[in-house]
């Protein structure tokens, strides 16, 4: 069977749709970058799910946690809408009485119509997926990751992955919940470490735990270490 080519004009047409819509995208990933560059160092990414209810258990954790980092100078970085993103935010906004240098700042899609949380301090608002994860991915020291779904685990694997290939430098990646990634780990070490798809070392790039005063240990000594070598 034959196959069907496009026309000159076709891809002509297809070239220009394409150019109009990358050239968005970098116009909004450049602004993105200009807005973050107001929010102080150092900064921390929190991911997690925008489904949770407030009064779930890990969302009173990343509420804590939201205002640990806070109160001891490190700003979070949130996708800016519901769920885990808000009880980070709002953790942090009741730690920051105005006096505070760090900040809550939230980065939200908006095909997604989540809107932003109450509690966010700053927010932006951009078309695309794409921008957005390249915003919160490489605009901070260090990652938390929170119990989530399909987004998550995306955002968790870019970080992952970039650090892995070494386009990052290595930096703190903390799960929060050992029994809700413990499936995830075994998944891991039975079928993708047999496999030989990743190596001992790649599951050394994280740290699993429930201990959220851990996790912020583990995020605020390498922000002084890093300190330290600038």
Same mark, same amino acid.
């Given at each position: 069977?034959?196959?069907?080519? /496009?026309?000159?004009?076709?891809?002509?047409?297809?070239?220009?749709?394409?150019?109009?819509?990358?050239?968005?995208?970098?116009?909004?990933?450049?602004?993105?970058?200009?807005?973050?560059?107001?929010?102080?160092?150092?900064?921390?990414?929190?991911?997690?799910?925008? /489904?949770?209810?407030?009064?779930?258990?890990?969302?009173?954790?990343?509420?804590?946690?939201?205002?640990?980092?806070?109160?001891?100078?490190?700003?979070?970085?949130?996708?800016?809408?519901?769920?885990?993103?808000?009880?980070?935010?709002?953790?942090?906004?009741?730690?920051?009485?105005?006096?505070?240098?760090?900040?809550?700042?939230?980065?939200?899609?908006?095909?997604?119509?989540?809107?932003?949380?109450?509690?966010?301090?700053?927010?932006?608002?951009?078309?695309?997926?794409?921008?957005?994860?390249?915003?919160?991915?490489?605009?901070?020291?260090?990652?938390?990751?929170?119990?989530?779904?399909?987004?998550?685990?995306?955002?968790?694997?870019?970080?992952?992955?970039?650090?892995?290939?070494?386009?990052?430098?290595?930096?703190?990646?903390?799960?929060?919940?050992?029994?809700?990634?413990?499936?995830?780990?075994?998944?891991?070490?039975?079928?993708?470490?047999?496999?030989?798809?990743?190596?001992?070392?790649?599951?050394?790039?994280?740290?699993?735990?429930?201990?959220?005063?851990?996790?912020?240990?583990?995020?605020?000594?390498?922000?002084?270490?890093?300190?330290?070598?600038?």
């Amino acid at each position: 069977m034959k196959k069907a080519k /496009r026309s000159f004009m076709q891809r002509v047409r297809l070239w220009v749709r394409s150019f109009f819509k990358l050239s968005r995208v970098y116009r909004q990933t450049l602004y993105g970058i200009w807005k973050i560059t107001g929010v102080p160092l150092p900064r921390v990414t929190i991911f997690g799910s925008a /489904r949770l209810k407030q009064n779930d258990f890990y969302a009173k954790q990343a509420y804590e946690l939201g205002g640990k980092f806070i109160e001891n100078g490190i700003s979070v970085l949130t996708g800016g809408g519901p769920g885990i993103m808000e009880a980070v935010s709002c953790g942090a906004l009741q730690k920051n009485n105005g006096e505070l240098e760090a900040i809550s700042m939230g980065i939200g899609v908006k095909e997604l119509g989540e809107g932003k949380n109450p509690c966010v301090q700053e927010y932006i608002k951009l078309d695309y997926f794409f921008a957005r994860k390249y915003l919160l991915t490489r605009s901070s020291i260090a990652f938390i990751v929170f119990p989530g779904g399909f987004g998550t685990i995306d955002e968790m694997g870019e970080v992952l992955t970039l650090i892995q290939t070494k386009i990052m430098p290595k930096l703190p990646i903390v799960l929060i919940g050992t029994e809700y990634w413990d499936l995830f780990l075994q998944w891991l070490r039975k079928h993708v470490l047999k496999h030989g798809a990743i190596s001992e070392a790649d599951l050394k790039l994280f740290t699993v735990t429930d201990d959220i005063d851990y996790a912020f240990k583990i995020v605020s000594d390498f922000c002084k270490k890093q300190e330290k070598l600038h």
